[in-house]
């Protein structure tokens, strides 16, 4: 069974920066890729990003894509989300997910954070 814990969210103003982390433990074959997602009040979980942990290929979505990057350390079972140039408009609560593919698509992912809030200031 792979866990998942997401730290590092909090407050912060428009135009800083944050990098979410995941731990995950129990790694297995069922887990080889990790992905990013958020959802905001009142609307649907949204695609962020995703990478495999072996090949380092990743994917991204276009309303994210050059402002935040994935990352894993594998060594420390660890998948970042490092965000950039933060909006108000990026205020959500934000998980990660694990799966055997990495997919845009959330009930493809066999695993789920329970979530670390990210609330971001005018």
């Known amino acids: 069974q792979v866990q998942l814990v997401e730290s590092g969210g909090g407050l912060v103003q428009a135009g800083g920066s944050l990098r979410l982390s995941c731990a995950a433990s129990?790694?297995?074959?069922?887990?080889?890729?990790m992905g990013w997602f958020r959802q905001a009040p009142g609307k649907e979980r949204e695609f962020l990003a995703a990478?495999?942990?072996?090949?380092?290929?990743?994917d991204y979505a276009e309303s994210v894509k050059g402002r935040f990057t994935i990352s894993t350390d594998n060594a420390k079972n660890t998948v970042y989300l490092q965000m950039a140039s933060l909006k108000p408009e990026d205020t959500a609560v934000y998980y990660c997910?694990?799966?055997?593919?990495?997919?845009?698509?959330?009930?493809?992912?066999?695993?789920w954070g329970q979530g670390t809030q990210v609330t971001v200031s005018s």
């Open positions: 129990g790694r297995t074959s069922s887990n080889n890729g």
């Open positions: 990478i495999y942990w072996s090949t380092g290929i990743s």
């Open positions: 997910a694990g799966g055997r593919i990495i997919t845009r698509t959330q009930r493809t992912w066999g695993y």
